[in-house]
């Protein structure tokens, strides 16, 4: 069965420092690969996805993932986290062929400290 | 930017009465969806649409759920006899292609069964 982990529940990173987030999936093909951001009370806000083609995806608000197919991983990255990036990440796969249900992992908290 | 519109932001209903959420997905979207989120757990996908039917569901998506699009512009979800374990947030969300291509997820509505 596909699954999503996300192994860290909570991440406190301080303002400045950089940020990865894991994610490992487990699927018998390269499934679509996405990212998203929650802030409290709001929405699922897309982050950064990738499909085929160059494993490093540029996303927006300085965000980057490295898709990694011997790890089957997707893990998120920022150089320098702001405070605004305080938020829950959600990693999610979706299949390449029939079949429209993102899958989610159980998301990552991330606290910035000053 | 399009956006897809959920309302109300946050309903409370009692147990065993039917609730109605309501989306407006992206107007030129094809295919519509609705995703839960149980407080402090993952997103869960409950079930896609697309030309008037229900293309795929999950096991949650069972008897007490439904969905319509009764006017080519709104997207429901009709949940029958509300229990207080469907108390969730719910999103919907909606893509122009069959595999999650720009897939854009509304704010939520929170439903909250007393």
């Known amino acids: 069965a596909q699954s999503v982990t996300q192994p860290d529940i909570h991440i406190t990173v301080s303002e400045g420092a950089s940020l990865e987030l894991r994610c490992n999936y487990s699927y018998g093909a390269t499934p679509y690969l996405f990212w998203y951001v929650q802030s409290p009370g709001q929405g699922l806000q897309l982050l950064l996805k990738?499909?085929?083609?160059?494993?490093l995806v540029q996303g927006i608000k300085g965000f980057e993932a490295e898709f990694k197919r011997s790890q089957s991983s997707f893990n998120l990255r920022k150089p320098s986290v702001h405070w605004s990036d305080a938020a829950e990440y959600f990693c999610a796969v979706a299949p390449n062929q029939a079949g429209t249900a993102l899958i989610f992992g159980k998301g990552t908290t991330l606290s910035v400290s000053s | 930017e399009p956006e897809v519109t959920q309302t109300p932001s946050h309903q409370v209903t009692q147990m065993g009465q039917e609730v109605i959420l309501r989306c407006v997905p992206i107007s030129n979207h094809l295919y519509f969806y609705w995703y839960r989120q149980i407080l402090g757990q993952k997103v869960e996908f409950l079930v896609s649409f697309y030309n008037n039917e229900i293309s795929e569901k999950s096991e949650i998506f069972d008897d007490q759920f439904s969905v319509e699009r009764p006017d080519g512009s709104n997207f429901t979800l009709k949940i029958r006899s509300t229990k207080l374990e469907d108390s969730a947030m719910y999103f919907c969300a909606s893509s122009l292609t069959l595999t999650g291509h720009g897939y854009t997820f509304g704010s939520g509505t929170r439903l909250t069964v007393v």
């Open positions: 990738y499909f085929s083609g160059d494993t």
